[in-house]
């Protein structure tokens, strides 16, 4: 638990959460779980994944979360488009998915290209298909803590500090970052443990002297090392969901998080490093929504 202490000694350094390690774990049990499922209804969980044009850096992240579907027993569906696809050929491909039996989760890697409306897209995809959770209906059953799909990256986040810390009840959780996709519903499932939660955003007047009360701090706002050593509460747990890519000074470049790594892990009782936190969780998570998905689509229609 984190420590209420606010001295410690000078050779302190916090518990570093190994994302990458519980990851692995939780894709084994996601498998074990799989061919169970497939025991009992002969089904196996399909995920579709679209990727519009041909950005890079999205097109290794879509491969890798193929790959990860095939180890984990399912069943990967791949449609890579042009940067010329029309919104309404978009729709067209998701309304066809929708009505495939074979196909339990749709996944748009976001960001679209211009002239694509990214709220009608994801809205578009049945909020039981809405693998990503990003759906307004899954946002409002989130809200109202109603079962539904929960945004893969809080859900990984929320697994690693329900795994450091067990019961949360009447922490202070602090959350930088506003946004639909993490800050937000990270907030309301922190909330739902029993959390006392503040959330920090743009306007926030003195976001270092909040972030200074807070047991658990989870950061998600893309600014590199925004928070400080000082920023942090001795021994509090801190999820960084950040990742940026920043040149060093011999010309190589390096992975940094949100936090300042360097002075964080002298100062709270567990941290996420970056990379090797966060990230490996969103994609066992991504495959955890799938199961899901799929036990709502059949087990729903077979009670």
Not at 62 to 70: D, E, G, L, P, R
Not at 92 to 116: S, W, Y
Not at 195 to 216: Q, S
Not at 284 to 293: Q, S
Request: aromatic residues 2%.
């Amino acid at each position: 638990m984190s420590s209420t202490s606010h001295t410690l000694p000078p050779e302190h350094q916090a518990s570093l959460i190994d994302g990458k390690a519980f990851a692995a774990t939780v894709r084994q049990q996601i498998r074990e779980d799989v061919l169970a499922f497939h025991d009992q209804h002969g089904v196996t969980p399909g995920l579709a994944v679209i990727l519009v044009g041909n950005d890079p850096a999205s097109e290794v992240y879509v491969k890798n979360k193929a790959i990860q579907t095939h180890h984990a027993g399912m069943r990967s569906f791949m449609h890579m488009l042009p940067e010329t696809t029309s919104e309404t050929e978009l729709l067209t491909l998701i309304g066809r998915l929708n009505n495939d039996p074979e196909i339990h989760g749709i996944l748009v890697q976001l960001p679209l290209p211009n002239g694509l409306d990214a709220r009608r897209i994801t809205n578009a995809i049945l909020p039981e298909k809405d693998v990503d959770g990003l759906g307004e209906v899954n946002a409002g059953r989130l809200a109202v803590n109603l079962p539904g799909i929960v945004p893969c990256t809080p859900l990984g986040c929320l697994m690693l500090l329900r795994d450091q810390l067990g019961d949360m009840k009447g922490q202070h959780a602090v959350v930088i970052g506003a946004s639909n996709l993490v800050g937000k519903p990270m907030a309301l499932l922190l909330l739902a443990e029993g959390c006392t939660v503040t959330i920090a955003h743009i306007h926030t007047r003195d976001t270092a002297a909040l972030a200074r009360e807070a047991d658990i701090l989870v950061v998600a706002t893309g600014c590199r090392e925004l928070v400080r050593g000082d920023w942090i509460k001795p021994g509090a747990t801190v999820i960084d969901v950040g990742i940026t890519r920043t040149q060093t000074a011999n010309g190589k470049s390096r992975l940094v998080g949100d936090v300042a790594f360097d002075e964080a892990i002298k100062v709270a009782g567990h941290i996420t490093p970056v990379p090797g936190g966060v990230g490996p969780m969103t994609i066992a998570c991504l495959l955890k929504n799938t199961l899901t998905a799929a036990q709502m689509q059949i087990e729903g229609k077979t009670e």
